[in-house]
């Protein structure tokens, strides 16, 4: 299983106006889409239209106000072990080792000792951290960090990747060996991926569908298929067309 589905989702917040006057923002309104089984889904759109705010709403980290969410067919209410999530910030505990960060989830479903070590040991290797098992965070590189974190929500074996921009914090190099290596994970394991990203070359480069969020109260405005074989090159003429493409949809280069 790891179908992801959004129904018909509203997010509001209050925002006081004056001491006596509250306004009712709507963040985005009547939201739909879904993820299928093994597909890599990215959402993009402007600063500030509520990409993140949907993708904790996915992770059950926020409420709506209005709508749903289902994972495998059953409503999100909160957070839960069938969703991996992974943010910019690393969220590592620095107290414990690489080894130690990925077994954590597993301790928490109850996983005996052995097996887990075996699990993590097994994504260890996939991240390409071998050698690195008991390092605690503050010695690793922003990059290692994040393997750290892709490897620890994949160890859960959750139905469904949810990533909030998650090497927006990284240098550029660093940044495209990283998007390799979450490629090659991807293709490895055919994990369900709800991603979310400012990068539309990152879009390109991930993703088998790109969804694009206007702005507020945001809806969404396109739904474009990216139809490339992997791996994917950056150079390729069809790749830089599905690139305008987007920076159109985005409003970032004139028609």
């Not at 917040?13 to 006596?20: D, T």
């Not at 910019?88 to 000792?113: C, D, H, M, Y």
């Not at 393997?147 to 660093?174: C, H, K, N, W």
């Amino acid at each position: 299983m790891g179908e992801l589905r959004v129904e018909n989702l509203v997010k509001n917040y209050q925002r006081k106006e004056g001491w006596n006057t509250t306004r009712t923002l709507r963040v985005f309104d009547k939201v739909s889409f879904s993820v299928r089984e093994g597909e890599f889904v990215t959402i993009i759109g402007p600063s500030g239209c509520g990409k993140s705010t949907l993708l904790n709403l996915s992770a059950g980290l926020d409420d709506a106000s209005g709508g749903a969410v289902y994972v495998d067919g059953h409503q999100v209410y909160g957070p839960g072990l069938d969703r991996g999530v992974i943010f910019q910030e690393f969220a590592l505990f620095p107290w414990l080792t690489v080894i130690g960060n990925i077994e954590f989830g597993l301790r928490s479903k109850g996983v005996p000792a052995a097996e887990r070590h075996k699990i993590a040991q097994r994504y260890v290797n996939m991240v390409g951290l071998t050698g690195f098992e008991n390092f605690h965070p503050y010695r690793l590189s922003g990059g290692m960090r994040q393997r750290v974190g892709i490897a620890r929500a994949l160890a859960i074996e959750p139905s469904v990747l949810l990533m909030d921009e998650p090497f927006g914090a990284l240098d550029a190099q660093t940044r495209e060996s990283m998007q390799k290596t979450l490629g090659d994970i991807w293709q490895a394991t055919r994990k369900t991926v709800l991603f979310i990203t400012h990068d539309i070359r990152e879009a390109v480069y991930l993703s088998d569908r790109v969804l694009v969020m206007s702005g507020r109260p945001a809806v969404i405005s396109l739904e474009i298929d990216i139809e490339l074989p992997r791996p994917r090159n950056r150079h390729d003429h069809k790749f830089q067309d599905y690139e305008l493409r987007l920076e159109r949809a985005l409003g970032t280069v004139a028609a």
